[in-house]
């Protein structure tokens, strides 16, 4: 039975615990919002059926629809913005036959009206037909080049808030910057690198905006162009994924990193058609190649916190699932070549060895136990400095069993070395990587050495394989394990410290 005391200090108990999970409910849903997710991959066998599965994600029913090119990408660069005044998905075709994916997500959404961006060289009247045949009103907008063809794009946008200037000979600096265009009603304008045409800086004049941009540096668009812009600000980088970055930082608080859309910058289809979806949605469009460019790296942790959704345009082949799991973690692992591994097992086997060069080996300045122990030099004789010299190409796990195996000895906070011969090494460089397994951080790498005799194995002498653990610690590759006797394989296990 509970006294009276005991019952009132039941009672603060009781509310401490419901405080306590009342603090938890609160925190949790931060939590989960602050958190991304891999919400979907928006691709197709080709990519005309990812441009329509991208239509489908962003529309049910539309009047109006942009069809380009997905054989060339010069006319169809500057078509973000006009998709986006009229809220009309941009969907792709073959030159000479309406594609059967466009052909049915036209159907589908049961469009009335087309733009038909470039001339008869990029979408034959065949298709314009095709299109007529489906009680469909055809558009076509194009010039007699790619930059008069993105000039009459232009003019079909009616107001326009500013305008954005890229080269005309290629796709990635245009599709950087098409979301954020089109959301904010610029015209894309296309040029060569030393000037705009007579026609665009006609047009230009005649009509009233306040800002410029120029995507792409001075070798793609050069100065000469940017002193015929009124307000210009230059948006660039070293390389595609640079520029992509800086486009980004720049435009960053006018974005909702809500949901974010990511595509393949190595060729443009996806992108294009992926551009007004993302406008749509006020949303960036993150450009990745085969492997992190650090800038985009830096560009996607700079507003990672702020991530919900990542949405993929193209298929695994395009933007691998290791690149999205990146993206969602906000955890970047670079990739390392077979070289490289062979490399970094190489020069840990060699700080391995060398260890035993940084000692005095004077019976003079020895500790002698069961065996003889000599003083490490300066550079390497206290704790921190061993695990600094062990730490570069070793794990932290690694370094610290090193130090408190029975290598080492630590008197008075010197350390002293086991005199002993690291023996003969594999010769690793020159091993073949027979297999290589990653799961997140954790790399397991098996190669197959030369053995004692300086050959690979053959009817005479058996296969010599050697298991080797890399983690991803501290922003690079570094060695955890391995079967290696000589690694591991130590009498003494225990720290002798003679001042225990």
């Not at 030393?194 to 800086?201: A, F, K, P, T, Y």
């Not at 993929?312 to 077979?338: E, H, K, R, T, W």
């Not at 610690?473 to 003679?498: A, I, K, P, Q, T």
Request: aromatic content about 10%; overall charge negative; hydrophobic content about 40%.
């Amino acid at each position: 039975m509970l006294t009276i005391r005991g019952t009132i200090m039941y009672k603060k108990f009781l509310s401490i615990v419901a405080i306590f999970i009342l603090s938890i409910l609160l925190i949790l849903p931060n939590q989960i919002v602050d958190s991304a997710s891999f919400n979907q991959r928006l691709a197709g066998q080709t990519r005309y059926e990812t441009a329509a599965k991208i239509a489908q994600e962003g529309w049910t029913s539309s009047n109006y629809a942009v069809v380009a090119s997905g054989e060339g990408f010069a006319d169809a660069l500057s078509a973000a913005p006009l998709a986006k005044k009229y809220n009309a998905p941009i969907l792709l075709t073959g030159k000479n036959t309406l594609d059967s994916n466009t052909k049915s997500e036209l159907q589908s959404l049961g469009v009335k009206n087309v733009f038909l961006i470039g001339g008869t060289g990029s979408i034959s009247d065949n298709v314009k037909s095709e299109l007529g045949s489906m009680n469909i009103t055809v558009t076509r907008i194009s010039g007699k080049d790619r930059f008069e063809t993105s000039l009459e794009v232009a003019k079909n946008l009616g107001d326009i808030n500013g305008i954005v200037v890229t080269n005309a000979y290629g796709f990635a600096d245009a599709l950087s910057i098409a979301p954020i265009a089109a959301d904010q009603g610029m015209a894309v304008i296309l040029t060569s690198s030393d000037s705009l045409s007579s026609d665009i800086q006609t047009f230009l004049n005649s009509i009233n905006y306040s800002k410029s941009y120029i995507i792409g540096g001075t070798g793609v668009v050069g100065h000469s162009v940017a002193s015929q812009l009124k307000n210009v600000t230059r948006l660039s980088g070293a390389s595609r994924y640079e520029t992509n970055a800086a486009v980004l930082k720049q435009f960053a608080d006018n974005l909702s990193y809500d949901k974010v859309y990511v595509a393949s910058g190595e060729n443009y289809p996806d992108a294009l058609s992926g551009s007004v979806l993302a406008a749509s949605n006020n949303s960036p469009l993150i450009l990745v190649g085969n492997s992190f460019d650090p800038s985009v790296i830096s560009s996607i942790q700079a507003q990672h916190d702020k991530y919900n959704d990542v949405v993929v345009l193209g298929g695994a082949a395009v933007v691998s699932d290791a690149l999205i799991n990146d993206i969602v973690s906000g955890v970047f692992i670079p990739s390392i070549s077979d070289e490289e591994i062979k490399k970094l097992i190489y020069n840990a086997d060699q700080a391995y060895v060398k260890i035993h060069l940084l000692a005095s080996y004077d019976k003079n300045d020895a500790i002698y136990t069961d065996n003889a122990y000599y003083k490490l030099k300066d550079n390497v004789n206290t704790y921190d400095k061993l695990f600094k010299y062990y730490n570069v190409y070793f794990s932290e796990k690694k370094s610290n069993y090193f130090i408190n195996s029975g290598l080492f000895v630590n008197s008075n906070n010197t350390f002293y070395i086991l005199g002993c011969d690291p023996g003969a090494r594999s010769l690793i460089l020159e091993a073949k990587l027979e297999n290589k397994t990653i799961d997140k951080n954790k790399m397991n790498v098996t190669l197959l050495c030369y053995n004692e005799e300086g050959v690979f194995p053959n009817e005479e002498y058996p296969p010599e394989y050697e298991n080797y653990t890399l983690i991803y610690e501290d922003g690079r590759w570094v060695v955890d394990d391995c079967d290696n006797s000589d690694w591991n394989d130590f009498n003494y296990r225990d720290n002798h410290n003679l001042n225990q």
